[in-house]
């Protein structure tokens, strides 16, 4: 029996809010496929569940808010499931096995297992009836007490509150995206007259969208608005988190700062060159360029890619590029783009502009923020020179490149106009010291002059 | 494609990028790009969505062109001919 518990989805947050579950008891879940939403201070992320097997049982309601590591549902494992549903109906007063803490997570898998681990779960006051079947009880109007047990030794299984209920409590839940929702109540499309494209025929945003009479919608604030956050909740509560993680960042973090110039005529050569021969949806941006640089120069220079963790170094279990992405009406995430080294470029670009999208749309999911192990800011296209950054605990370094402009340059001893941009370090001075930022720096001035190879 | 068929096409490529943009505060001749706070990423979904719903095809060098919702226009409607 495996807990799926609340994820930590970030160094900054202690606590999240349920806000919907994706999955239903009985149902089969696999490794990876989102199975909740939840809210943090900063984002409204999809979760994932990292094991394979049936949902047994969910034991926290939507709109709670709990701690990291607290268990949110039973899942079983495919052996005992069958066996399981070969018995009657869930009952309340089975008390589930103490949920194992998360280092049951695959460590090889690109979903949070990297995330610190959590706390073990807190004893839960499940044992006596489970919070979901007195919650569809409340729902339903009924009153449990009176409520007529039908499992072994008279307890009250969900058959009996649902027959209780005028066998209607609960519709069937229809399978669906939280985005397809949000677009249905909008475009006012019935979920369940619709076939679902999407894993298991759920039903995707898409689907939607092509059902919805006069067509396709993009979201649009009114989508935000008609959450039960408001927009300025949203900005006030990220803030709050930046400010958090920042603060904490300066305080416990002695930085040190470095900077050097990097020519960019050959890489920018090439990148004009590649364009110029691929059609529209496979050009580059120069961003693709710095960050893969960025991502293998930290696989040359691993004492800066991992964590600071209890007074000591933590290498990362791959090179987790953290993607600073700022956000339309303000704030950043800094989602990541999962073993960017070993990306082509080709790749690298689809996963950046996936993931921006996905952060500016409020649609990442919870592997995408977990425990990036080295993170890049690139402020070039607001167009600074410069940018020393401050680095996101535990990591242990921040890179920044500023805008790619043309600089008066000696070149071969003579003087010439060559593209150059400006890359910094931020590292952190506990786990390393200036010459092992120098040769990371060294390394990513290398790798840009040789973008055929990157 | 006439030039009023351009237009729609260039702010509907700029709505898909950027949910929610005050168009009409926009005007003809302002850069569009600017005013929106559009970055290379966006920059280049533009271009993409641009291309694929006028299915002109837009060259590299093309793209530094259309910053205003007057001239993307005009250029339409001379490419697809």
């Known amino acids: ?454 | 494609m006439n030039r009023t068929e351009a237009l729609e096409l260039v702010k509907d490529s700029i709505s898909r990028v950027v949910p929610g943009a005050d168009l009409d505060a926009l005007g003809p001749d302002d850069s569009f790009r600017d005013a929106l706070e559009m970055d290379s990423l966006d920059f280049l979904g533009f271009i993409e969505a641009l291309s694929d719903r006028s299915g002109v095809r837009i060259e590299d060098e093309d793209t530094q062109r259309l910053t205003t919702l007057s001239g993307t226009a005009d250029f339409l409607v001379a490419r697809a001919g």
């Open chain 1, 1 to 454: 029996m495996g807990a799926f518990t609340m994820p930590s989805l970030g160094a900054d947050m202690d606590e999240g809010t349920l806000q919907e579950w994706l999955v239903r008891p009985g149902e089969q879940v696999r490794k990876g496929e989102a199975v909740a939403v939840v809210e943090t201070a900063k984002s409204t992320l999809e979760v994932e569940c990292f094991e394979t097997g049936t949902v047994e049982e969910l034991l926290v309601e939507p709109g709670t808010t709990v701690p990291v590591g607290t268990a949110l549902a039973l899942i079983a494992p495919f052996a005992r499931a069958r066996e399981a549903r070969g018995e009657p109906d869930e009952t309340v007063e089975k008390t589930p096995p103490r949920p194992k803490p998360r280092r049951t997570a695959p460590s090889s898998g690109t979903e949070a297992a990297r995330a610190p681990t959590p706390t073990p779960a807190r004893a839960h006051g499940h044992s006596e009836a489970g919070p979901l079947l007195r919650h569809l009880a409340e729902r339903s109007g009924l009153d449990w007490a009176a409520l007529h047990g039908s499992g072994p030794g008279g307890r009250v299984t969900r058959g009996d509150v649902e027959r209780a209920a005028g066998g209607a409590a609960r519709p069937p839940r229809i399978r669906a995206t939280p985005l397809a929702r949000r677009l249905a109540a909008e475009l006012h499309v019935d979920l369940g007259s619709l076939t679902g494209t999407g894993t298991d025929g759920a039903v995707r945003a898409a689907d939607v969208r092509s059902a919805a009479p006069g067509g396709a919608t993009t979201p649009t604030p009114a989508h935000r608005a008609a959450r039960p956050r408001t927009a300025e909740d949203r900005a006030f509560a990220m803030r709050q988190a930046i400010a958090a993680l920042m603060t904490r960042a300066n305080r416990d973090i002695p930085h040190y700062y470095l900077s050097t110039n990097v020519d960019m005529a050959a890489a920018m050569d090439w990148l004009h060159e590649h364009n110029r021969r691929s059609p529209v949806g496979e050009r580059l941006l120069p961003a693709a360029l710095l960050l893969k640089a960025a991502a293998c120069a930290a696989r040359e220079v691993p004492e800066l890619n991992g964590f600071w963790v209890d007074g000591g170094f933590v290498p990362g279990d791959g090179v987790h590029l953290g993607v600073a992405v700022s956000l339309r009406g303000g704030g950043l995430v800094a989602p990541a783009l999962h073993d960017a080294d070993t990306l082509d470029l080709r790749q690298l670009m689809a996963g950046l502009k996936d993931l921006v999208v996905r952060a500016r749309t409020g649609r990442l999911r919870g592997s995408d923020v977990s425990a990036p192990t080295i993170t890049v800011t690139n402020l070039g296209d607001q167009g600074v020179e410069t940018v020393y950054g401050v680095i996101y605990p535990p990591q242990v370094a921040l890179v920044g490149f500023g805008r790619i402009v043309d600089r008066p340059s000696a070149v071969d001893g003579l003087l010439g106009v060559r593209p150059v941009v400006t890359a910094t370090l931020s590292a952190d001075h506990r786990a390393t010291d200036g010459a092992v930022g120098a040769r990371y720096l060294t390394a990513v001035d290398r790798l840009l002059q040789n973008p055929e190879q990157l």
